[in-house]
């Protein structure tokens, strides 16, 4: 797809069509963890909200390493600005992993 072709090429809509699937799929899927999340309730929210973020850590770095970015990665971690805003919205996210397992367990959702 360039930005040349027309608003309603083939290249245009498979891309919309892309889109739209994995729209439906990330909805299902988060849908679906409510369930999982309620089936576990035994569970600590932040001891899943850690695994959940020790185990994204760990695919990241695997895209990251199977993508030969790790310059890249470098680069990035030498600079403090781009660092902290990493770290600020790391916290955010497992906070927000937390609280939307914690509401699920105590019936808030």
Known sequence: ?????????SAHLSEAKK???CGIAAHLVWGVMAYYFKLIEGVSPVEIAVHRGLWSLAVAGLV???????????KAMAKPRILMTLVFTSLLIVFN???YVWSIQNGHT
């Open 97 to 99: 992993w937390g609280f």
């Open 19 to 21: 889109g739209v699937a």
């Open 64 to 74: 990251i390493w199977l993508l030969g970015q790790f310059d890249d990665v470098k």
């Open 1 to 9: 797809m360039s930005v040349l072709d027309p608003p309603f090429s």
